[in-house]
Each structure stands twice: as structure tokens, then as C-alpha cells.
């Protein structure tokens, strides 16, 4: 293996490899923690059937299947920019991690208009409209709320953490030779993307 | 650990992969449109699981990585196959 930039006097301490398990290691803690909003849901889906399908009905389809497109769009970008800058197009690369950050940024807004649009009809964690509605669709409500809340602060994150690392990619301080910046961050944004691949059937969809 | 860049992924497997995925979320929402019973939460899983595989195994990466990262995965499934397991043998025979 020939190992680029042991020319110069300096040896640099690295591990690309090492860093990206890391990553890993840390996503395996938030599919964890995720998880066990998702076991929460299992077991009121076991308990309250009925009223489960009945509150994902009040849901809007429509707002969850673009956001799942936007979702899965951004992830494509990310997982391009990688080849972008594996292949030294710096430009490129930087256009796909702003076109992630806007797509971020669309199913934020989304979101507010949905939530907004929810609120509005007096369906919000501790509303009495809610509590008349009994408490199968109050779980239901209470873990959608949480569960795509603690989703959309993911993404927020997942998008500054984009953001800083195309600074670091205009600065050139993240070049197509070590680049493990950026796909730690895009495996951060890929994890976002799986959770929302298993939260939008089972909240949005069932019947 | 050594040290060894991955081969870059071409561009176009990812845009396939990712019409995949599009195809694959049309035919949940499709699918869910119909009544199945039980059967509708277990088809909409299967499909969120080939929709995940597609993006852990392509767009993550984890195709190229080493077995540590594979055997890590599984480790992770496993466990959460354990909670689910342990909570539902509580929850079911209540």
C-alpha cells in the first residue's frame, strides 16, 4: 500500500478507518435510542389498534410522502457528494452538500406547515381536544410528536453539521485526500434518513 | 487498522439505487392503501427494511467496509431483537 504524503518530513498519525467506526459505534446509540420510541409505539399499536389507525388517519399523507422524497433525494446527494470528492471535483462536491442542506431545509419547512396545520386543529401533546379523543390516540399523538420531533432536531443537526463541513471543503481543510469529515457526516444524515424510512409507514400509513 | 481508501462509488449506482427507493416508497404508500389486516404493518416493515438495507449496504457504505462494521450491525440487530423480544413477553401474556 502506498501511503501519499510520507514524502515530506512529517508523519501524520491518521485513521480513516478508525474514525468512520467510530461513527458507526455512534450511530449504533441512536438506533438504540430510537428504537425504543419505536418499541413504545409497538406496544400501543398492540394495545390500542383500533384508535392507532384512526389518529394515523388525522395525519396528512401527502406532507409525509413528499417529506420521505425530500428525505430520500438528500440522501442521494450526500452519498454523491462523496464520489464528488473522492474524485477530486471540489466544486461538484461542494453543490451537492448545499443542494443536501437546502433539501434539509424544505422538510423542515414542511414540517412547520404540517405541525402547524395539526396544532391548529387542537391536536398538540396535553391539548383537551386531545383527551376528549381518549387515550389510545393520545399515545398515538404524544409519541408522534416526540418521535418526529427528536427526528427534525436530527435533522437540523445533521444539516449544520453539512454546513460546516462544506466551510472546511472551501477552505480546503477537507480535500479529496482525507475526507473522512464528510463521510462521517453523511453517514449522520443517512441514519436520519433511516429512521424516517421506518417512522413514515408506520405513523403515516396505517389503516 | 490499515489504512485503504474504498474504490468511489459510480454515481450511477446511486441514482439507481435511489430510484429504487422511490419506487419502493410509491409501492408502501400503494400498498397501504389496501386492506390487509394484520398483514399491512408486517408488509410495510419488510419494505422499510429492503428500503434501509439498500441505504446501509450503498449509500453507507458498509458494502466496502471491513467485517468489524458488518459484524457491529449485527451485533445491533441483535440486540434490538433482544428488547422487542423481552418487552413483548412481558406486554403479550399481561
Not at chain 1, 54 to 68: D, M, P, R, V, W
Request: hydrophobic fraction near 55%; include cysteine; proline fraction near 2%.
Amino acid at each position: 500500500m502506498i501511503i501519499k504524503g510520507l514524502l515530506p518530513m512529517s508523519i501524520e498519525h491518521r485513521d480513516d478507518t478508525g474514525a468512520r467506526f467510530g461513527m458507526w459505534l455512534f450511530l449504533y446509540t441512536e438506533v438504540i435510542l430510537f428504537s425504543g420510541l419505536f418499541i413504545l409505539y409497538s406496544v400501543g399499536l398492540a394495545k390500542f389498534p383500533q384508535q392507532f389507525a384512526e389518529a394515523s388517519h388525522k395525519l396528512n399523507i401527502y406532507f409525509g410522502t413528499i417529506n420521505t422524497l425530500v428525505l430520500l433525494t438528500s440522501s442521494l446527494t450526500i452519498a454523491l457528494a462523496i464520489t464528488a470528492i473522492q474524485k477530486n471535483k471540489i466544486k461538484l462536491t461542494l453543490n451537492l452538500c448545499f443542494v443536501t442542506i437546502f433539501l434539509a431545509i424544505v422538510f423542515l419547512i414542511n414540517k412547520y406547515f404540517e405541525w402547524s396545520a395539526e396544532i391548529g386543529h387542537g391536536i398538540y401533546p396535553g391539548s383537551e381536544h386531545l383527551a376528549e379523543m381518549g387515550p389510545g390516540i393520545t399515545a398515538f399523538f404524544n409519541l408522534y410528536y416526540f418521535t418526529a420531533g427528536l427526528h427534525g432536531f436530527h435533522i437540523l443537526i445533521g444539516g449544520t453539521l453539512i454546513a460546516v463541513v462544506a466551510t472546511l471543503i472551501a477552505k480546503g481543510k477537507v480535500t479529496s485526500d482525507r475526507y473522512t469529515l464528510l463521510e462521517n457526516s453523511a453517514l449522520y444524515w443517512h441514519l436520519v434518513d433511516l429512521v424516517w424510512i421506518f417512522l413514515f409507514p408506520l405513523y403515516y400509513l396505517i389503516l | 487498522m490499515t489504512e485503504h481508501k474504498h474504490e468511489p462509488v459510480p454515481f450511477r449506482t446511486f441514482i439507481l439505487i435511489w430510484f429504487a427507493l422511490l419506487v419502493l416508497t410509491v409501492v408502501t404508500v400503494a400498498v397501504s392503501r389496501v386492506h390487509l389486516g394484520a398483514w399491512n404493518i408486517w408488509v410495510a416493515l419488510t419494505i422499510a427494511s429492503i428500503k434501509s438495507s439498500l441505504v446501509v449496504f450503498i449509500f453507507m457504505h458498509l458494502r466496502q467496509e471491513s467485517k468489524l462494521f458488518k459484524i457491529g450491525l449485527l451485533t445491533l440487530l441483535i440486540i434490538v431483537a433482544i428488547f422487542i423480544g423481552l418487552t413483548f413477553t412481558d406486554v403479550l401474556y399481561r
